[in-house]
């Protein structure tokens, strides 16, 4: 399917959108992708074996209780910030307000039927890259609940889920494709520059973390140039991301050769 092009835009237009996605993409995953970057160069210069070494997600911010959950309320809070400018930036006076993003409640059977499609056709095979990527030496040890047992764990971690499927998948998917199109970037092109982005912040993980969101990017990213609505990757981000998060522990005490932490 070719899509039309859209309006063409002045020279001041065009520099106006590249230097509005820049400072997006610098207050939210392009920064991450820049520590990434380093903190794999990081890795890979140390003597220690790559699947030797560990990222932990979700760590603990506090040795105390009280001020563990106001930090990790509070880091939330600030990572969404770029999704809310995100919605600013792309906020219609017509209804639905967030049509440009496929945001709106007019199908959420249908969205959440095909988020759960998603999330069990990426996750299985994700799991499957992140063991090779392991065993091949290209990967770190991923410790994905690095918080301390307490009534708020579970929440905190179905919610810091939450925060990754609408940061990556409204910035990715919804914003880059709209304003990419709007500087006439063409289907592929954006759907190939895109899900590399979106691997460049998980390369502090290692190699197969990138090669396997490079690819879960592309799918993604060819199914949304069709439909046009980001809730079903939301959705499916979000269970990958609590299936993980919230299975970690289990996983490493049934299987831990496979998912513990290397000592």
């Known amino acids: 399917m070719t899509e039309a092009p859209g309006p063409a835009i002045d020279s001041f237009s065009r520099r106006r959108i590249w230097w509005e996605v820049t400072l997006v993409l610098a207050v939210s995953l392009g ?10 160069a990081d ?42 400018l995100v919605c600013y930036l792309l906020w219609s006076r017509a209804r639905p307000h967030l049509s440009r993003l496929g945001i709106d409640a007019t199908r959420p059977l249908g969205d959440a039927g095909l988020g ?28 994905a609940a690095g918080l301390s047992s307490h009534w708020w764990t579970i929440p905190i971690l179905l919610l810091s ?28 092109r954006i ?29 993604f990213g060819f199914l949304y140039s069709r439909s046009k609505r980001v809730l ?15 299975g970690y522990p289990w996983a490493v005490a049934a299987f831990p050769q496979l998912f513990g932490v290397a000592k």
């Not at 920064?31 to 794999?40: D, E, G, R, T």
């Not at 790559?50 to 506090?62: C, D, E, K, M």
């Not at 499957?128 to 410790?143: F, P, Q």
């Not at 759907?191 to 799918?219: C, E, P």
């Open 31 to 40: 920064q991450s992708a820049v520590y990434a970057i380093v903190s794999l």
């Open 232 to 246: 079903p990757f939301v959705i499916a981000h979000f269970i990958i991301d609590a299936a993980i998060f919230v």
């Open 116 to 143: 759960l499609l998603l999330a069990l056709a990426i996750g299985i095979p994700g799991i499957a890259i992140y063991l090779v990527a392991k065993a091949l030496d290209i990967n770190v040890t991923v410790d």
């Open 191 to 219: 759907i190939v520059a895109a899900a590399i982005f979106r691997g460049s912040y998980h390369l502090y993980q290692g190699f197969g973390a990138f090669v396997g969101n490079v690819l879960m990017g592309m799918l």
């Open 43 to 84: 890795s890979l210069t140390r003597s220690t074996p790559l699947s030797h070494q560990t990222a932990t997600l979700n760590p603990s911010l506090s040795n105390r209780e009280v001020f563990d959950l106001i930090y990790q309320l509070l880091a939330l809070i600030f990572d969404v910030v770029p999704v809310v």
């Open 161 to 188: 889920a939450l925060r990754a499927g609408l940061q990556e998948e409204v910035i990715v998917l919804g914003y880059l494709f709209e304003r990419l199109g709007q500087l006439g970037w063409g289907r592929w």
